[in-house]
């Protein structure tokens, strides 16, 4: 966790914080009223677990694009300078 940076730590501890409180919310109500969750309590959850999705979904989205992008620059920077190495070879 030493390479996230500070949003992305508030970020991914919301999103596990609220997940955990979610379920404990789930929990409470199934055994405190009679094995029955009220409708609120599951509009909650499942709002817990969109905010969660999101949160993990588009950091990974982005962080794979960057990835995707620097693997190509990287391929072009390469076959660049082998045309180069080729050409200062040729010269010599």
Same mark, same amino acid.
């Given at each position: 966790m030493d390479n996230f940076s500070a949003k992305e #730590?508030?970020?991914?501890?919301?999103?596990?914080?609220?997940?955990?409180?979610? $379920?404990?919310?789930?929990?409470?109500?199934?055994?405190?009223?009679?094995?029955?969750?009220? =409708?609120?309590v599951l509009m909650y959850f499942g709002q817990t677990l969109i905010f969660c999705a999101?949160?993990?979904?588009?950091n990974l989205f982005i962080r794979n694009k960057v990835l995707e992008a620097e693997s190509r620059i990287n391929d072009k920077i390469d076959k660049k300078m082998r045309k180069? =190495?080729? $050409? $200062? #070879? =040729?010269?010599e």
């Open positions: #730590k508030t970020q991914y501890g919301t999103a596990i914080f609220t997940l955990f409180s979610g $379920i404990v919310l789930c929990f409470l109500s199934f055994f405190l009223h009679q094995h029955t969750i009220h =409708d609120s999101s949160v993990f979904g588009i180069v =190495d080729n $050409i $200062i #070879k =040729d010269e």
